[in-house]
């Protein structure tokens, strides 16, 4: 087994090598820890299939019972959750899923509450579909507020049209993995309300093995009516290569077969050759990944200590984001904008994952070299001292 670190990339070598949003959206001098992109060297396994899937020419449209089929049996040997793939739809990607089935399951112009601080996209897509927003903001302790969701369904129902939620199990941006508990109290307020819930899963594979395991939303009970949506591209950095799920609970069977078939069109076949190749043969890949991510994350813990101590963060039960309150240093409501004008860093700006839950809030993505997450948050004290 080889020892080399994954992600152990220089910055002059991402900035040879990469040419994808993360490293080309700011100048040179910028270091860029934003979007939701890992600087990790690719997944062999993952490599391989498709450098072989070009060089055979099979580059035509994809089959999607395979793509299904192997989705199920990774959540299965992962989470332990029994899923038939022909409860599943492949579709383009998580957000075209998501959005989808939120378009079907809402009327025109009603309601789909959302919990700031949260995702920023999936604003965006509400209001792509055509959607009014209604929030329920996570609670001060960061996680799934039952009072905040109570009042947000009532408002949203209040005018009678049919109302959607969408979560974020695991959240982005601040890590929490929703419990078994959390979850079926959602449920049980869905139901209450009749607002049907989409689960948007795509950073489940990178739950942190020091905490909580992950469950999904479709196996708590009183889940059964709800949709969730998958992928692995996030988990092994495969945003490029697209392809994903949309999954039916046992109840939404009926709702499944009136998506159109032709959302199945947009997922790529080079993506659904990767996402295979991932699931089956790079776990152990996923494994060593996960383990310098939580290294990543303790270092930021440390670095945050020692440089910025006024900053405050709960440490991320998953994903590579830190969500940092740093109210207390006195940069005004977007903090990232003083990071990247004085310090030359660039991190993801707390407003835009909820103007009142992300006042005064950075995102930082810690999927980087432990080199540049400390030029990274030494360029951020400068910023501030
Ligand atoms: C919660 C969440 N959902 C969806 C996406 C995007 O996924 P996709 O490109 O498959 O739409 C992201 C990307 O960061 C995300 O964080």
């Given amino acids: 087994m080889t020892t080399t670190s994954i992600l152990g990339a220089s910055e002059a070598e991402l900035r040879r090598d990469r040419t994808s949003v993360k490293w080309l959206a700011y100048p040179p001098d910028v270091l860029p820890l934003w979007v939701a992109e890992m600087?990790?060297?690719?997944?062999?396994?993952?490599?391989?299939?498709?450098?072989?899937?070009?060089?055979?020419?099979?580059?035509?449209?994809?089959?999607?019972?395979?793509?299904?089929?192997e989705v199920a049996r990774y959540a299965g040997e992962t989470w332990g959750w029994d899923v038939d793939p022909s409860s599943m739809l492949v579709v383009t990607d998580v957000m075209i899923g998501a959005s989808e089935v939120l378009r079907m399951l809402t009327d025109e112009r009603g309601a789909v509450v959302?919990?700031?601080?949260?995702y920023d996209s999936f604003f965006g897509f509400?209001?792509?579909?055509?959607?009014?927003?209604?929030?329920?903001?996570?609670?001060?302790?960061?996680r799934?507020?039952?009072e905040a969701l109570r009042a947000a369904f009532r408002e949203a129902t209040a005018g009678g049209g049919r109302v959607g939620y969408l979560l974020c199990n695991p959240q982005n941006p601040t890590g929490t993995v929703h419990s078994p508990d959390e979850l079926a109290t959602l449920a049980t307020l869905a139901r209450e309300f009749g607002v049907r819930v989409v689960a948007d899963e795509i950073h489940a594979p990178l739950v942190h093995d020091d905490g909580p395991a992950f469950s999904p939303y479709l196996t708590v009970p009183g889940a059964e009516d709800a949709f969730a949506v998958f992928s692995p591209s996030k988990g092994w950095n495969l945003a490029g290569l697209k392809s994903a799920v949309v999954v039916a609970g046992p109840q939404a069977q009926d709702d499944?077969?009136?998506?159109?078939?032709?959302?199945?069109?947009?997922?790529s076949h080079l993506g659904?050759?990767?996402?295979?190749?991932?699931?089956?043969?790079?776990?152990d890949w996923h494994a060593r990944l996960r383990?310098?991510?939580?290294?990543?994350?303790?270092?930021?813990?440390r670095l945050l200590a020692e440089h910025l101590p006024a900053v405050r963060w709960t440490v991320p039960q998953a994903t590579y984001l830190g969500w940092l309150d740093c109210r207390a240093l006195d940069l005004g409501d977007d903090p990232a904008a003083a990071f990247r004008e004085r310090g030359r860093v660039a991190l993801g700006s707390g407003p835009r994952y909820g103007a009142q839950?992300?006042?005064?809030?950075?995102?930082?993505?810690?999927?980087?070299?432990p080199a540049i997450l400390e030029e990274a948050v030494r360029r951020m004290a400068t910023a501030v001292g």
């Fill in 144 to 146: 799934l507020d039952p």
């Fill in 357 to 369: 839950a992300g006042r005064g809030f950075v995102r930082l993505n810690f999927a980087t070299s």
């Fill in 39 to 69: 600087d990790c060297d690719p997944c062999p396994a993952v490599a391989d299939a498709v450098a072989s899937a070009v060089s055979r020419g099979d580059t035509g449209y994809g089959w999607a019972p395979r793509y299904a089929g």
């Fill in 256 to 267: 499944l077969a009136r998506l159109p078939e032709v959302h199945t069109h947009g997922s």
């Fill in 114 to 118: 959302v919990s700031p601080p949260v």
């Fill in 126 to 142: 509400v209001d792509a579909i055509g959607r009014r927003r209604v929030d329920a903001p996570l609670g001060a302790d960061g």
């Fill in 272 to 283: 659904e050759i990767a996402h295979v190749a991932a699931m089956r043969d790079g776990l």
């Fill in 291 to 301: 383990a310098e991510l939580r290294s990543n994350r303790d270092l930021v813990g």
